[in-house]
């Protein structure tokens, strides 16, 4: 007999997309794309649902290529890819919302999936309601729901509010009950697209416990997320995904790794293009520059991270701070601001230069996020839309201690270590300042 | 670890070919939701308003009043010789039942269009609810009837016995054409826009404000096609009982409401994939 919970073979999904359609500019051409509209129309409508496998046309989009892996049961498995890489397809695929182009998928036991939390609420019904209508929906019989009711709501802690419509509830409270629902849910295979990012701290860390709980219990989990490090933390195995195919599939910290590692350019400077920008200001941020000798973003361990920006100006501005946040598997562990930049002039290039301290970062894969606003009132100038991927190496530069590359964390504080032995008393002092 | 169990339930997902009409299975392993789904369905339609439940006699009993004054007495349409008002209540209430039912399934799955992107269940669930949640509504406007019934001294007879075959096939009609209706719907929104009149064109098709004699015997067959002609038609001759059941086109619109219903589950079948896609 199999142990494989999830068998999936050769899947493809393909989604149609409308084509820009073409204009007339004369009268009669319009009076006839009037008369034809219709039956132009109906063709489109048609083609929505219809994808031809084996044409290879302008407007098909194939959202899952040929992507064949299985799941044992009992194992916990993350799926990691851009945006637009085919993860929640795979995972609408699986729950049967939507139906597969090609190929099979064959699942073993029951299987819920946990696209969003609260699916069905209706703002009118009690809180008392929505949990049997949302429970029954997730698949959960009568039964089941009234036997772990007491448990759900005291999970979610908003018994008090049990008998009132759930309009009336704060957004919070509304996702804690929904949440609870989806807790006591008992399915063999459990599939999840980043619906713990819910609630205040104190309720994620319960729902991590509760995923947890369910992960430990024998049940096959099926994770997607943009947090690496959750994602560590939860999953032993990783698929990787990108434009529809399955391009790594292995251990979770492999998998992370080359996931980020994929995302370093082998360039050092980047420019930023209009549509990059948050904001519609007349400040922007146009380039960022690596200072670094060779031409990928990789440094040694112990050399300095060193940058420089060039900013462009429609107009004066005074007091301006540029702030750099550094980015550690989706987590922001760390942002560093300038101090304010007295003046800018209009319509010149200014340049300011950025360097981290040595031994700031230890090994891994890091992302800078950018951004300016003014210091008098916070208001923000820029944001850049995109992620600066770089690597810090585990060779040590040389002069540093290199038992230091081997260190689990992200930065290397300072620290003052005394050897209290008798007869032996030392003190090494990374810093002056201790 | 969990071991494996023989019992486990197996899933294959693939590409659909077949032409079921019913996964049955499914939909016994979702009767709860059914349930609930109709108990929701119930609960918001009267929420937070003033008249709650009366609204459900509200509708019928105003349409009878303008019916009379308007069809009975001003342009005198023939009623079999029965009072006018009772005449056109015996009508409307599978009317208002059959027209309700089908607005609201024609537009069930549009409105539900954020869920079926988020979750999978039988899809067949969010048509069916209204049209059986509907049915609470009909049976409270009896109540109406019953006053009528008083106040124009009508005996009741056997034949109200046919009732019941009566539901089921008024049933079985605004379901069938519900999933024909919410399947075409939520890929071709043009479905919605024509739902509201037609259903107002059918009112004046059915014989609810004139009795069905005033249609020629030849024609008779064909009319009866319609599901609803037998119905209306049937509740008449059943509820007041002067006049024998008209069996002939309650069996061809029985028929029919079976050809509908059968046929509207198998296109729901086959649509019901692509609804995630177009929703």
């Given at each position: 007999m199999s142990d494989k919970a999830i068998t999936v073979e050769n899947l493809s999904k393909a989604y149609r997309i409308g084509l820009k359609e073409q204009k007339h500019e004369t009268m009669t051409g319009a009076i006839m794309d009037w008369i034809k509209q219709p039956l132009h129309n109906l063709r489109r409508v048609q083609n929505l649902t219809r994808v031809n496998l084996h044409e290879d046309s302008d407007?098909?989009?194939?959202?899952?290529?040929d992507v064949s892996f299985e799941v044992r049961q009992g194992e916990v498995i993350g799926i990691i890819g851009r945006n637009g890489a085919g993860k929640s397809t795979l995972l609408k695929v699986l729950s049967r919302i939507t139906e597969p182009t090609a190929g099979r998928i064959v699942l073993r036991g029951k299987l819920s999936s946990l696209l969003e939390v609260g699916t069905g609420f209706h703002r009118e019904l009690t809180g008392r309601e929505n949990v049997y209508l949302n429970g029954a929906i997730l698949g959960m019989r009568k039964k089941e729901i009234d036997l772990k009711f007491d448990e759900i709501i005291d999970f979610s802690g908003v018994e008090k509010f049990l008998d009132t419509p759930v309009k009336k509830y704060s957004s919070g409270m509304q996702v804690r009950l929904a949440f609870s629902v989806a807790a006591h849910l008992e399915p063999d295979i459990l599939m999840i697209d980043e619906v713990l990012a819910v609630g205040d701290a104190e309720f994620q860390k319960k729902c991590l416990g509760k995923m947890r709980d369910v992960a430990g219990h024998g049940r096959t989990v099926l994770f997607v997320s943009h947090n690496m490090a959750s994602m560590k933390n939860i999953c032993s195995r990783a698929i990787l995904m990108e434009t529809g195919e399955v391009i790594e599939d292995g251990d979770i910290r492999t998998v992370v790794n080359h996931y980020l590692a994929r995302n370093i350019r082998s360039q050092t400077s980047f420019e930023f293009n209009e549509d990059q920008h948050r904001y519609q200001t007349d400040f922007r941020i146009v380039a960022l520059n690596f200072l670094v000798p060779e031409q990928r973003l990789i440094f040694q361990y112990g050399e300095s991270v060193s940058f420089e920006l060039k900013i462009q100006c429609k107009k004066d501005f005074w007091g301006v701070r540029v702030g750099v946040g550094i980015v550690s598997e989706g987590v922001r562990v760390s942002t560093i601001h300038s101090h304010p930049i007295d003046f800018l002039a209009s319509d010149s290039l200014s340049r300011v230069r950025c360097t981290f301290p040595r031994y700031l970062l230890l090994p891994g894969i890091y992302s800078l996020v950018l951004g300016a606003h003014l210091a008098k009132n916070g208001q923000g100038l820029d944001y850049i839309n995109q992620e600066m991927y770089f690597e810090i190496s585990e060779v040590a530069a040389s002069g540093c201690d290199s038992f230091d590359v081997k260190a689990i964390g992200i930065f290397k504080l300072e620290a003052k270590w005394e050897n209290l032995t008798e007869d032996r008393q030392t003190v090494w002092a990374d810093s002056t300042q201790l | 670890m969990k071991k494996t169990d023989p019992l486990q339930p197996l899933t294959v997902i693939e590409p659909r070919k077949d032409w079921q009409a019913f996964n049955w299975r499914e939909l016994k392993d979702y009767r709860d939701l059914l349930y609930f789904w109709v108990l929701r369905e119930i609960k918001i339609l009267?929420?937070?308003?003033?008249l709650g439940f009366t609204w459900a006699l509200i509708r019928p009993v105003a349409s009878m009043i303008v019916f009379s004054v308007v069809f009975g007495k001003l342009a005198r349409v023939p009623s079999d010789g029965i009072p006018y008002p009772i005449f056109a209540y015996a009508a409307l209430m599978p009317w208002t039942y059959f027209s309700q039912s089908l607005i609201k399934s024609t537009d069930s799955l549009v409105q539900q269009a954020s869920v079926i992107s988020k979750i999978y269940f039988p899809r067949l669930i969010i048509p069916m609810a209204p049209v059986l949640a509907g049915l609470l509504d009909f049976v409270l406007s009896f109540l109406v009837f019953f006053i009528l019934m008083f106040v124009y001294h009508i005996q009741p007879t056997w034949n109200i016995l046919y009732i019941p075959l009566l539901v089921v096939i008024m049933v079985l009609t605004a379901s069938g054409l519900g999933m024909w209706t919410s399947a075409l719907g939520i890929q071709y929104r043009d479905v919605r826009q024509a739902m509201m009149f037609i259903v107002q064109l059918l009112m004046y098709a059915s014989p609810i404000v004139w009795p069905i004699s005033i249609i020629p015997f030849k024609y008779r067959t064909i009319y009866a096609i319609y599901p609803m002609a037998g119905v209306i038609e049937g509740f008449r001759a059943a509820l007041i009982g002067k006049h024998p059941m008209p069996w002939y086109s309650i069996s061809i619109g029985s028929i029919s409401a079976i050809c509908l219903f059968i046929t509207g589950a198998i296109i729901f079948n086959r649509m019901e994939k692509n609804f995630a896609d177009v929703a």
């Open positions: 407007d098909t989009i194939w959202a899952l290529k | 009267y929420r937070q308003t003033v």
